[in-house]
């Protein structure tokens, strides 16, 4: 961008990390956090993995002022989670049949998930503890987050479906998730539990699609004034 003049008239959606603290005009693209500023964004930078997981878990609670302690986060990823350079935690002959922990508690991601977080509840100043993985398997992201909430179940599965309520990609299932739901779509599935004061939200994302270059089409669809689903209705390989 800095090397090379782009019209103010041309859409830019940029999948990297560089404009998701919103400089130089670029918009934060997470449809469920701010679809309408999207709509009337150009430059739009795209969401981190992992941050678009943990965040769709949490913004219900952000939003209604009930993130009132710290956030707790396991999650893990497939290995095309892990980018393009050639390192060896991502060569099959040392992911097959293992599991390792990288980046506790200092994944980049951590910093545009808290300033999505604190955008819906200004006070919002508690540790976000993430421990993130690295899985035996190709793609999708199951993040486990919990939180105490004093709440029952039935309130906890109201708020969200009521965030949720217009949003076409991201559900609320009363039902135990898997990844293999998500895998080849756009789609975000939360499955919410209470146990003794905790609220666990489990949600699953394909790291590729509704992580990365799904959204992507979803945020450019929403620039360009086209249904938000247009090229993203896709099958999982579950079914």
Known sequence: MAENEVSDDVAVIDLSADFRDEHDDFVY???ELQRERIQEAVRI???GCFATS???ALLPLAKAGKLTDAVQVSAI?????????????T??????????????????????IRQSLTQLDPDFSHAINFVPYRGDYTRGIMAN??????GTLDEAKQLYKNYYGSHPFT?????????KQVVNTNKCLLHLEVHDGQLLITSIIDNLTKGASGQAVQNLNLVFGLPEDTGLRLKSVAF
């Open 29 to 31: 693209g997470l449809p």
């Open 45 to 47: 930078a795209n969401p």
């Open 54 to 56: 943990i965040q769709l």
């Open 77 to 89: 990823t497939g290995s095309t989670g892990a980018g393009q350079a050639l390192v060896p935690t």
């Open 91 to 112: 060569g099959f002959t040392w992911r097959n049949n293992n599991v390792s922990i990288y980046k506790a508690f200092t994944h980049q991601h951590l910093a545009e």
């Open 145 to 150: 987050v919990y939180t105490p909430f004093s």
């Open 171 to 179: 559900h609320v299932s009363d039902a135990p998730i898997d990844v």
